[in-house]
């Protein structure tokens, strides 16, 4: 079984949708949680960081759900610049331990006019 | 620019050739780490330093892979004795270790060098 899971899509949504991607891992042990966003053939960039009692920035919802070791990340109002990859992180201990992030596949999103 | 750097940015070699590539973080970021991403999956660890300490290694860097952090500023990951199954994207990233709680977890990436092994 993988670390981390994703459901690696795609998923094609017509512009102003909404749109959720889910995540599980597999490590009860996890302490940090993130989304990123990679777009084609560039690098990684930090979405938001997810916060035990879920956040938002903007039209992004990030929530956890430490019994079920879940994660998702809503978005509203989808925007064709949101076409993009969306990976799933996880770091499994403490941040004084480790900096190693676990990776989902990524989902991967294409929204359309 | 004060992001993550990383030299050069593409990399064709011939199998059985020793490669070097650079990665010069964000300036006051004290751990700096190394990911190898194949298409169609996310980043996968491969080490990590704080300042000039490695603190990890994964399983993936075999012993032809060696990654050294001198001064606790740049970083550079050497390639020995390439092979086609090491053609990949490299990443480097970094992050500041603080003290700040899950922010000491979030990691800036650079743009990647992209190794092409013939």
């Known amino acids: 079984r993988k670390e981390v899971e994703q459901d690696p899509g795609p998923f094609n949504v017509p512009e102003g949708a909404t749109v959720a991607f889910n995540c599980t891992y597999s490590?009860?042990?996890?302490?940090?949680f993130f989304w990123y966003r990679q777009d084609c053939r560039k690098e990684p960039k930090l979405l938001m960081s997810?916060?035990?009692s879920g956040n938002e920035d903007g039209r992004f919802t990030a929530q956890l759900n430490r019994a079920s070791q879940y994660i998702s990340l809503l978005i509203r109002d989808s925007k064709l610049s949101d076409s993009a990859t969306y990976l799933c992180v996880v770091n499994m201990q403490a941040s004084s331990n480790t900096g190693k992030l676990i990776f989902g596949q990524g989902t991967t999103l294409q929204v359309k006019p | 620019d004060t992001g993550v750097s990383q030299n050069p940015r593409h990399k064709i070699t011939k199998r059985g050739q020793n490669v070097t590539f650079r990665c010069d973080p964000i300036?006051?970021?004290?751990?700096l780490y190394w990911y190898r991403q194949t298409l169609g999956q996310g980043p996968e660890f491969l080490t990590y330093f704080q300042n000039e300490a490695q603190l990890e290694k994964s399983r993936l860097l075999s012993d032809r892979f060696s990654a050294e952090r001198p001064k606790g500023s740049f970083s550079t990951l050497e390639i020995q004795r390439t092979e086609q199954g090491d053609s990949a994207m490299y990443l480097c990233?970094?992050?500041?270790?603080?003290?700040?709680?899950?922010?000491?977890?979030?990691?800036?990436f650079g743009p990647g060098t992209r190794l092409t092994v013939l």
């Open positions: 300036s006051e970021h004290n751990r």
């Open positions: 490590n009860s042990a996890s302490q940090s």
């Open positions: 997810v916060y035990s």
């Open positions: 990233a970094s992050s500041l270790l603080s003290g700040r709680g899950i922010r000491d977890n979030e990691q800036f």
